[in-house]
């Protein structure tokens, strides 16, 4: 989700208590950051008893998302995140 809050934030707590854990905290990579500015308002969230499916989690790097579009130096202010299941 497009959270704008950190993971330990109001809507993090409240997916933690709904049973969903943070998939980067999973797969042991909450110290990456989904954003321009270093931080991690993105995350994907999973139902705890999925956590034994998660193969992968990633976040494109700032290098992969320079642009030269009219004077911006990233498409986007958000990294794109994925996450890889084996259901």
């Given at each position: 989700g497009?959270?704008?809050?950190p ?13 969903y854990?943070?998939?980067?905290v999973?797969t ?6 989904t ?10 969230w999973?139902?705890r008893r ?5 193969r992968d ?10 642009g030269?579009a ?7 202010d958000?990294f ?6 084996d259901?």
């Amino acid at each position: 989700g497009d959270l704008n809050e950190p993971p330990d934030g109001p809507v993090g707590q409240c997916l933690m208590s709904l049973g969903y854990v943070d998939a980067a905290v999973v797969t042991g990579q909450a110290h990456r950051p989904t954003n321009v500015a270093g931080k991690r308002g993105d995350q994907i969230w999973v139902r705890r008893r999925m956590e034994g499916c998660i193969r992968d989690y990633g976040t494109l790097p700032p290098e992969r998302m320079a642009g030269g579009a009219a004077g911006r130096t990233f498409l986007s202010d958000h990294f794109p995140l994925w996450l890889d299941l084996d259901v």
